[in-house]
C-alpha cells in the first residue's frame, strides 16, 4: 500500500515557473520508478516524465529542456521543476509511483491530481 501526497500546482503566466512536489507514504520501499502525468480539459492522460531509483529520466518531447524531474530516494519524494510554461500545459498533473509485485506485474499508484493552468 503506497499513498501519494501532491502540491505545488496553482496558476501561472506564461513563460513562468513551478514547482510540483509529491511525497509517498506507507511501503515506500517497494517503489521502483515514480513519474508525472498530466491530462487537460477533455483530453487523455499522457506521461510526462519518470525517473527510476537508478536515477534514470524520461520525457515526453514537449516538455524536453523545460521540464526537470528529480528524486529524493531518502524522503521519497519526487519533483517535477516546470520553467518556460506555456498555456497548452494546463492540465491536472497526477503523481505516479510503481512497484514491481512479481516478476512481469507491475501496480501503478496514483496522487489525488494538482491544477496547473497557465495563463497567456
Known amino acids: 500500500q503506497v499513498q501519494l501526497v501532491e502540491s505545488g500546482g496553482g496558476l501561472v503566466q506564461a513563460g513562468g515557473s513551478l514547482r510540483l512536489s509529491c511525497a509517498a507514504s506507507g511501503s515506500t520501499s517497494s517503489i521502483n520508478a515514480m513519474g508525472w502525468y498530466r491530462q487537460p480539459p477533455g483530453k487523455q492522460r499522457e506521461l510526462v516524465a519518470t525517473?527510476?531509483?537508478?536515477?534514470?529520466?524520461n520525457y515526453v518531447d514537449s516538455v524536453k529542456g523545460r521540464f526537470t524531474i528529480s528524486r529524493d530516494n531518502a524522503e521519497s519524494t519526487v519533483y517535477l521543476q516546470m520553467n518556460s510554461l506555456k498555456p497548452e500545459d494546463t492540465a491536472v498533473y497526477y503523481c505516479n509511483a510503481r512497484e514491481t509485485v512479481v516478476a512481469g506485474i507491475q501496480w501503478d499508484y496514483w496522487g489525488q491530481g494538482t491544477q496547473v493552468t497557465v495563463s497567456t
Open positions: 525517473v527510476t531509483n537508478g536515477g534514470r529520466t
